[in-house]
């Protein structure tokens, strides 16, 4: 899961059936910290390799406009989950109301080679 917590971009990587792990992005402020993604498009490409079947793990490399955050990540994929890609904002909000969170989507691929 990529998400930005704190105002910096950071992924949650599964480690077994019961725990996770995140990563901030540490090396580049321009792709780590929230207002560098304001009123732009970014292209993200999440490419898994390696995958076992016999032990569920994998690993996965994260780019950010082609530069690359995360390089050959080993994740766990449960057996028993369903392969899903999930975009949108999920936040609390408040209770006054905020109108200032919109995201716009361009070309979604999903390629399986």
């Known amino acids: 899961m990529l998400k930005f ?7 949650d990587f ?13 090396k580049n ?15 993200f490409r999440i490419i898994l390799s390696n995958l076992n079947e016999e032990n569920n793990f994998g690993l996965i490399t ?5 530069d690359k955050i995360f390089s050959e990540y080993p994740t766990f994929f449960p057996s028993a989950g369903t392969p899903r890609i999930k975009y949108g904002i999920y936040r609390p909000g408040n209770e006054n109301g905020n109108n200032t969170s919109k995201i716009s989507y361009s070309t979604i691929e999903v390629i399986s080679e």
């Open 14 to 26: 599964l480690k077994n059936e019961y725990s996770h792990v995140n990563e901030y992005v540490k």
């Open 62 to 66: 994260i780019f950010v406009n082609g």
């Open 29 to 43: 402020a321009k792709l780590r910290d929230v207002e560098n993604y304001y009123n732009k498009f970014h292209n």
């Open 5 to 11: 917590d704190s105002g910096m971009l950071k992924a």
